[in-house]
Each structure stands twice: as C-alpha cells, then as structure tokens.
C-alpha cells in the first residue's frame, strides 16, 4: 500500500493516526508487525468471548467527501436498538479508540442510515475486562475532523519518509514499530 489514488481508509488507520501519524505511515506502507497481529487476535479473543449472544458483526463502505472510499469493520452491533459496538482489551488509547468507532458512525452518517425512528446511531466502547462501557456520540463537528483526518491521511500517503517520531517514549515502547523506529 499505498498510492494515494488506491488508498482505503479504514477505523484501524484512523485510531493509528490520533495515536502516531508515522505509525499510520508504516502501516499504509504494508508493514504489519506479527505484535500487531497477535494484539489485534487477542483483541478478538476479547471479544468473542465476552458477548457471544449478542453478536452481529458489520461491515460498512462509504466515500469521504474528498472521494477517498472508506470501509469499516464493526466488532458488533444491535440494529434494533441502534449501537454500534467496539470491543477493547484496556483504556491506554482511549482517544484513539474513540475515534475509530465515530468513524464507523460517520460511515452511517455518510450513507443515510438511521435507527427505524429516524434517530442517528451511537456508538459503545466496551472494556470486559474491565467491566467498563463508554459511550461515544457523533457531533457535527467530529465529522469536519474526521474528514481533516481522512485528507491528512491521503497526504501522509504521497509521502515518501515517514513523519517524525511521538515524543512518548513510554507510550512507543509498547509499539510493535519501536524496532523499527529506535532500532
Ligand atoms: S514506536 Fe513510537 S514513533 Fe514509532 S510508530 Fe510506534 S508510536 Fe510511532
């Protein structure tokens, strides 16, 4: 990956991006780590072991504004009631997690699709091994940020050296980059 004329942006690239732009560069130049797999497993094992009854993954297309396609993966969702949901194993990237899942509502938003009353959808984040649920909404203008997103990815794309380094040292050793970056 990744001209920016074949890019597709996705809720993962979208919570890399908050958390580290150059992380979201080296993903989008196909390089994923097997830590980063074996996270993204775990955080899978997560989550089918903790709602097995209610589980209804989905998954969503759209086209930004910029035309930039848009696809998003849903853990799981409860149409009738209108929530999509996001299964998380801690909290450290909270934000980044916040992020990801008004990106999936935004997908809604961007296709027309409400709850059966006409309502928008919301979202939840769940933490089961925590025992904790957020909830997320989608305002106005996290949708002008999110688009800012999407057109600062397709510029990141076109780049040919990555972007700098964060400055979190203790947040980057938990990185499946950090070789990579302090190697
Ligand atoms: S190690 Fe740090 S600087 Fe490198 S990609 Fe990860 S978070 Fe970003």
């Known amino acids: 990956m990744n001209a ?3 890019l597709r942006i996705g809720g993962m690239l979208i919570g890399y991006y908050c958390i580290c732009p150059r992380k979201a560069w080296l993903s989008m130049r196909g390089l994923w780590m097997e830590q980063e797999s074996q996270a993204v497993a775990l955080g899978r094992l997560v989550d089918q072991s903790s709602y097995p009854r209610n589980k209804k993954a989905l998954m969503l297309h759209a086209e930004a504004p910029c035309g930039t396609p848009l696809v998003g ?8 009631h209108g929530v999509l949901h996001e299964t998380k194993k801690g909290r450290s990237c909270e934000d980044a997690h916040i992020w990801q899942l008004r990106f999936y509502l935004w997908l809604l938003r961007l296709n027309d699709v409400t709850r059966a009353d006409g309502a ?9 091994k925590l025992r904790r649920t957020e909830s997320v909404e989608l305002e106005p203008a996290h949708e002008t940020r999110l688009a800012d ?5 397709r510029r990141l794309a076109g780049q040919d050296t990555p972007p700098s380094r964060i400055d979190t040292r203790s947040f980057c050793r938990r990185c499946a980059y950090e070789e990579l970056c302090y190697g």
């Not at 928008?120 to 089961?128: A, D, H, I, Q």
């Not at 997103?149 to 990815?153: F, G, T």
């Open 4 to 6: 920016p004329s074949q």
């Open 73 to 80: 993966k849903i853990d799981w969702a409860q149409l009738d």
């Open 120 to 128: 928008p959808f919301r979202g939840e984040l769940n933490y089961p």
């Open 149 to 153: 997103m999407v057109a600062a990815l």
